[in-house]
């Protein structure tokens, strides 16, 4: 049996030039003026009108951002190796405003390792894609869709919980055999942010640019360390013929009353990323 399930790929904006930055800038703050009422926002016009959606549809807060969304048609991701700068390229639809219309700009991104056969498989689709702005980086996230095989029938279920303590926990229902998931994902996360803390303390020269390389190094090693998760997961319900089951992972997000030390442990931890590996 056949089912089809939805990977989000994130690819990561690189090597930009002032002027492709300037204008990526200029769209992702006119789509936030957009999605907060300014009917007045000068946006290329499908993208204005996805803006338009995410208003009438979400009602976000004045104080949140939102990732621009893309219409599909309007976006092209390719690869190249013969190209020097990047073998992959991203074709992203921006407003010029010197010429006052819609324009698109060729991007080179990075790729995942992992996620390149979903953009070179002709049987891939792009189901949705959106502009983000994280740590002063650029991504695009593309949710493919694709059709995989799966069981007729599972002999137990394996349920994962998120937390803050720990990224994943893991049981099985038929007899609650349990086992903790992550450790290293926190140890990471914690020894980064004692590096950034003591390098803003000491005010080292060019600090802004150490912490900057320094997220990437974390991201790298976050992303390694899930990876090595979902593995363990994997082969815990290889072995029952388990299928995984994801708890509910609303509202992690929001702020609750367990204090500023948990939200921040909450906020920072990887979940979206690890549902989707």
Same mark, same amino acid.
């Given at each position: 049996?056949? &089912?089809?399930? $939805? $990977?989000?790929?994130?690819? /990561? !904006?690189?090597?930009?030039?002032?002027?492709?930055?300037?204008?990526?800038?200029?769209?992702?703050?006119?789509?936030?003026?957009?999605?907060?009422?300014?009917?007045? %926002?000068?946006? =290329?016009?499908?993208?204005?009108?996805?803006?338009?959606?995410?208003?009438?549809?979400?009602?976000? &807060?004045?104080?949140?951002?939102?990732?621009?969304? +893309?219409?599909?048609?309007?976006?092209?991701?390719?690869?190249?190796?013969?190209?020097?700068?990047?073998?992959?390229?991203?074709?992203?639809?921006? @407003?010029?405003?010197?010429?006052?219309?819609?324009?698109?700009?060729w991007?080179p991104? #990075?790729?995942? *390792?992992?996620?390149?056969?979903?953009?070179?498989? *002709?049987? *891939?689709?792009? &189901?949705?894609?959106?502009?983000?702005?994280?740590?002063?980086?650029? @991504?695009?996230? +593309?949710?493919?869709?694709?059709?995989?095989?799966?069981?007729?029938? =599972?002999?137990?279920?394996? %349920?994962?919980?998120?937390? %803050?303590?720990?990224?994943?926990?893991? $049981?099985?229902?038929?007899?609650?055999?349990?086992?903790?998931?992550?450790? *290293?994902?926190?140890?990471?996360?914690?020894? @980064?942010?004692? +590096? &950034?803390?003591?390098?803003?303390?000491?005010?080292?020269?060019?600090?802004?640019?150490?912490?900057e390389?320094?997220?990437? /190094?974390?991201?790298?090693?976050?992303?390694?360390e +899930?990876?090595?998760? %979902?593995?363990? !997961?994997?082969?815990?319900? #290889?072995?029952?013929?388990?299928?995984?089951?994801?708890?509910?992972?609303?509202?992690?997000?929001?702020?609750?009353?367990?204090? #500023?030390?948990?939200?921040?442990?909450?906020?920072?931890?990887? =979940?979206a990323?690890?549902?989707?590996?």
């Amino acid at each position: 049996m056949h &089912r089809d399930v $939805t $990977t989000t790929v994130r690819v /990561k !904006l690189h090597s930009l030039t002032e002027r492709k930055a300037r204008l990526i800038e200029r769209e992702y703050g006119a789509f936030q003026d957009a999605v907060h009422g300014d009917d007045k %926002a000068n946006l =290329y016009s499908a993208t204005k009108q996805q803006a338009g959606k995410v208003r009438s549809n979400q009602n976000p &807060r004045e104080d949140t951002e939102q990732p621009v969304v +893309l219409r599909n048609d309007c976006i092209t991701i390719e690869h190249d190796e013969d190209t020097v700068l990047s073998s992959w390229w991203f074709k992203l639809p921006v @407003y010029n405003p010197e010429t006052e219309r819609g324009d698109s700009i060729w991007v080179p991104v #990075r790729v995942p *390792e992992k996620d390149t056969h979903l953009l070179e498989d *002709e049987d *891939e689709s792009i &189901r949705d894609s959106e502009l983000v702005h994280r740590d002063g980086e650029w @991504y695009v996230h +593309l949710v493919c869709k694709r059709s995989v095989a799966v069981a007729d029938e =599972y002999d137990d279920v394996l %349920a994962v919980d998120m937390g %803050a303590k720990w990224i994943a926990v893991s $049981t099985f229902i038929s007899d609650r055999n349990t086992q903790f998931h992550g450790a *290293e994902v926190r140890r990471v996360r914690e020894h @980064y942010k004692q +590096l &950034r803390k003591s390098i803003g303390k000491a005010k080292v020269r060019s600090g802004a640019q150490v912490i900057e390389r320094l997220g990437d /190094k974390e991201s790298r090693t976050v992303e390694h360390e +899930l990876h090595q998760v %979902a593995n363990e !997961l994997v082969a815990r319900a #290889r072995e029952r013929n388990a299928v995984i089951v994801f708890g509910e992972m609303t509202g992690l997000r929001f702020d609750n009353d367990k204090g #500023r030390y948990v939200n921040d442990k909450t906020h920072k931890m990887p =979940y979206a990323k690890m549902a989707n590996i």
